[in-house]
């Protein structure tokens, strides 16, 4: 995205032309299609109400799953591996299926109706979750009497209805999630360079408001979960979204809507580069040469990379006829997005890390110490928070201490690099999860050391506190890869792909959740036979979440031209997008986050509670669904990209939200009048629900993550659609779009974890999934609101993007054996000047016919073979973003599991809930962070490095994986002190009891986790809208997003396959459900290993990653 600034303030504008372009944002219109002036639109005023709406979603989302492990260890009664699994299975679904919206959103409905679409569907499957904590209370009497927690289950019914909420939650979060942040972006106009500077920010901005909806969703929603009733820490959520609908559609006036550059599908487009590249595959380079110098293209930087796509430029029978080949953009998109694909892969190590603070990292302080007040105990959930307070205290530090102070040094306008960026956050998050291992082991000995080792219900003596280190510096990483993430997906993928973009970047930690999942589910089976307990052993004091950690820090180093209003006119740039629009957008954004963590945050609660099953099968179902969040962001962006557009899929999204939250409200209602106990011969209690209710449960979830694959990717590209990339302010506006982004989403992550967790608790789940649907109902209004300021972009050719680059791969496939002096030879005839040409120059094929004709349509155009090579050199920044997306998968499910067995008392009476740790510490640490890193560090490092983000997206990125790193090492540590602590009080056998270890031990690593995001998730939200194509912005922030689903995945096939590789001969195993003798500082030793292969493979690809480059059409 600097790249692009830069060649846009270099572009010859003459005088006439100049104060027109000043007032009016070319590519952009309002929403009655009019142009947009500068002023009235667009912009921060716009951004405001797009990223208002991304807090109330991020409160929605994390008031859900920032304490779901606690509600499916708790009201489902599942196991402690059974929880950790199901919350990454969900976190991983909730992640991909931002990929489905962002498609929709790009391809057919607009990020614009998918936030909307997203945020009504939000409100329903909130409405339905709390509706099922409603109808099916949690009797913790009946289950306080059972001998075991295992035997106190709800009934099939229940589980049914609640999953089926909880995956609808998924569905509209996968709609509203890309279209949101990208909306956001998209109200910048990158042609002015203070827009394109204020776009930089945005991203940090937006990460800071993710955050602050996370610290309230981790302290407030957490806590009337815990403590009130989880139906209303359930409904919380929902009215939450009802009224960020409301904003959103209130700051429609200013949005900014993009004008496609073509009529053409991105996907189509793209897609056709890769067809034709194959169909060409005997195409010659001497051909490909001779093409390329008669459309008169000279090398240049990046284009070798990917040169088989080339090919695409010829025609197998040598015509040219109209379609029959790409032109150098759709080559150059194609490879663009193929860039990708590593960037992508090398996160999921990070996503997997990620996957862990709302699982075992809730459960973990659970055991310990809780209590702030004699009275008060604070959620074991809203321990999250400190991961959004991280944030949102850096992200101010990261944006306006170190990007001016590494802009000065670097001369980039984001100070580092996006990449650069994201590597920093999975070193962090490598740090948090070596902590966590560390702040386990002690809690282990800890629970030996007072005889609470078979105890798991026993508070630990030992503080939660113990947990801050882990949580803030997971935020801290989050600082640095999620928001790096954001950046450098959203740049990077073509225009038309912004929302895919921001899907792939979300779909990082879906995969990383899965993998979270199978991790989980894998460890499980391999420790827990012959008797002993496994490392996720549902008595925490007989698990190793310790080695769970290391092993996952091991693994975080393994690893406004073109837009028109919504009546299609010209947008007015005083009138339309930039933070105008963006207001609304993030606000969208935040409302979805609060509707998602609303029922995400503290679902494996109400697994192992109301639908009691055990804490390994929750586990692996929320990990399941976490998974498929994360990867529906895919088929949302696809859809959004190729045929609906991000609005309309935003708003599709928002009514699937809104009705999946209302069924899952509707399913906890049911189980509260359903609920049935029996005593068994073996005189054991047992609770399950009807298998009704179970089905209506599971629908209802995965109707959820289903909008939630819409919402996400759309919501944030299209906020990314705001800022116009040929203004200079706005294209600096962009930049710190990302951020402000990812703070405000987490602040709206707080809400659920804090209110949300401790409502579904102490009141009631219909109440707490209830609210969330309320909250993406009101969301939805206010998208709509925001309407007439949003831009949409206009595709350039009418061309669907994803026919434009498949064209490019299928021409350079037909033209394979095109030699490249014939390819030269018509680059020089068409006068074109490409884009990376040294990367992927086999798609440059795709420019010419097989017979060497050049009639039009026959080959594909310059633009359609550089959209083809950005999308090729995303993969390998998608697959070393693997490794931080399932350190990700960790705060929300092992933290937390971690965190429950801690002393959480802040006062002699009140205790903060598990749940509310995984969030309080990220959210907190992303809130605080953010604003630093958008005005302090963004300024001094745009001052040195002359980048309008202060460093660059990739430089961001590795920022937040090291952090991650960080995290998941001290959280390896922690969960050591933590076991230690057990044994030496003998809690080792009392799995309930609290270890007296203060859960503040925590700290270190969500903090990590939370600062980590700030680099890494802005970092890849902003790399994958950025560096895809244009058409193709939501499909780039469903690729960011199935980072995170699949790395929940992962997670999730982790915690699995050594669940089953430890829990053999009788012997526990790592995820023993009695803590106290599971290990989960073996886990998160494991994940360090991982991260730390993730981070080396991230480093390598990123200092070879060429940026893609706007090419003018």
Known sequence: MAHECKLHMGATISEAEAPLLNDTVEGSVDFKGRHVSRSTSGGWKSAFFIIGVEVAERISYYGISSNLISYLTGPLGQSTATAAANVNAWSGTASLLPLLGAFLADSFVGRYRMIIFASVLYVVGLGLLSLSAVLFPFDSSVCQNAPNSMSCSPRGFQVILFFFSLYVVALAQGGHKPCVQAFGADQFDEADPEECKAKSSFFNWWYFSFCAGVVVALFVLNYIQDNLSWGLGFGIPCVVMCLALVVFLLGTVTYRFRIHSDERNPFLRIGQVFVKAARNWQTTSSAISLEEEAQGILPHEGFEQFKFLNKALLAPDGSKQDGEVCNMSDIEEAKAVLRLIPIWATCLCYAIVFSQSSTLFTKQGVTMDRYITSSFQIPAASLQSFISLSIIIFIPIYDRILVPTARAITRKPSGISMLERIGTGILLSFLSMVIAALVEKKRLKTALEYGLVDLPKATVPMSVWWLIPQYLLFGISDVFTMVGLQEFFYDQVPNELRSIGLALYLSIFGIGSFLSSFLISAIEKATSGQGRDSWFSDNLNRAHLDYFYWLLAGLSDKFVRGSVDYKGRPSVRSKSGSWKSSA??????????????????????????????????????????????????????????????RYRTIIVACVLYVSGLVFLSLSASLNSFNSECKISANNTTTCSPPDIQIIFFFFSLYLVALAQGGHTPCVQAFG??????????????????????????????????????????????????????????????????????????????????????????????????????????????????????????????????????????????????????????????????????????????????????????????????????????????????????????????????????????????????????????????????????????????????????????????????????????????????????????????????????????????????????????????????????????????????????????????????????????
């Not at 935040?590 to 929750?618: C, D, M």
């Not at 939370?1010 to 902003?1022: C, K, N, S």
């Not at 929940?1048 to 396959?1057: A, C, I």
């Open 720 to 1113: 990314a659609d705001q800022f116009d990339d040929d203004d200079k302010n706005e294209c600096k506006a962009k930049s710190s779009f990302f951020n402000w982004w990812y703070c405000f989403s987490s602040g709206g992550i707080l809400v659920p974890l804090l209110v949300l967790t401790y409502i579904q608790e102490n009141l009631g789940w219909e109440l707490g999934f209830g609210i969330p649907a309320v909250v993406m109902f009101l969301t939805l209004i206010v998208f709509l609101v925001g309407t007439p300021t949003y831009r949409f972009r206009v595709n350039s050719d009418g061309q669907n993007p994803f026919v434009r680059i498949n064209r490019v791969f299928v021409k350079a496939a037909r033209n394979w054996r095109a030699a490249p002096v014939a390819l030269s030879n018509d680059e020089e005839a068409c006068g074109s000047l490409p884009q990376e040409k040294a990367q992927f120059e086999f798609l440059d094929k795709a420019l010419v016919s097989a017979d060497g004709s050049i009639e039009d349509g026959k080959f594909c155009s310059i633009r359609d073979v550089e959209d083809a090579k950005a999308i090729l050199r995303l993969a390998p920044i998608w697959f070393t973003a693997l490794g931080y997306s399932i350190v990700y998968a960790q705060p929300s499910t092992l933290f937390t599991k971690q965190a429950g067995t801690l002393d959480r008392h802040i006062t002699s009476t009140f205790q903060i809930p598990a749940a509310s740790l995984q969030q309080c510490y990220i959210t907190v640490s992303l809130i605080i962070c953010i604003p630093i890193y958008d005005r302090v560090f963004v300024p001094i490092a745009r001052s040195i490095t002359k980048k309008p983000s202060g460093i660059s997206m990739l430089q961001r990125i590795g920022i937040g994986l090291l952090l991650s790193l960080f995290s998941i090492v001290f959280a390896a540590i922690v969960e050591r002190k933590r076991l230690a602590t057990a044994v030496e009080y003998g809690l080792v056998d009392l799995p309930k009891a609290m270890i007296p270890m203060s859960a503040w031990w925590l700290a270190p690593q969500y903090v990590l986790s939370g600062v980590a995001d700030v680099f890494t998730m802005i970092g890849l939200q902003e790399f994958f809208y950025d560096q895809i194509p244009c058409d193709l912005k939501s499909i780039g922030l469903a690729m960011y997003l199935s980072i995170l689903g699949v790395g929940s995945l992962l997670s999730s096939f982790l915690v699995s396959f050594i669940e089953n590789l430890t829990k053999v001969h009788g012997q526990e195993g790592w995820f023993a459900d009695n803590l106290n003798r599971a290990h989960l500082d073996y886990f998160y030793w494991l994940l360090a290993g991982l991260s730390t292969v993730g981070l080396a493979a991230y480093v390598y690809f990123a200092r070879s990653y060429v940026y893609r480059r706007r090419i003018s059409v």
């Open 584 to 645: 609304f957008i993030i606000g969208v954004g935040v409302a979805e986050r609060f509707a998602y963590y609303g029922i995400s945050s503290n679902l494996v609660s109400y697994f192992t509670g109301s639908l009691g099953q055990s804490t390994a099968a929750a586990a692996s179902l929320l990990n399941a669904w976490y998974g498929t969040a994360s990867l529906l962001p895919i088929l949302g962006a696809f859809v959004a990209d190729s045929f609906s557009g």
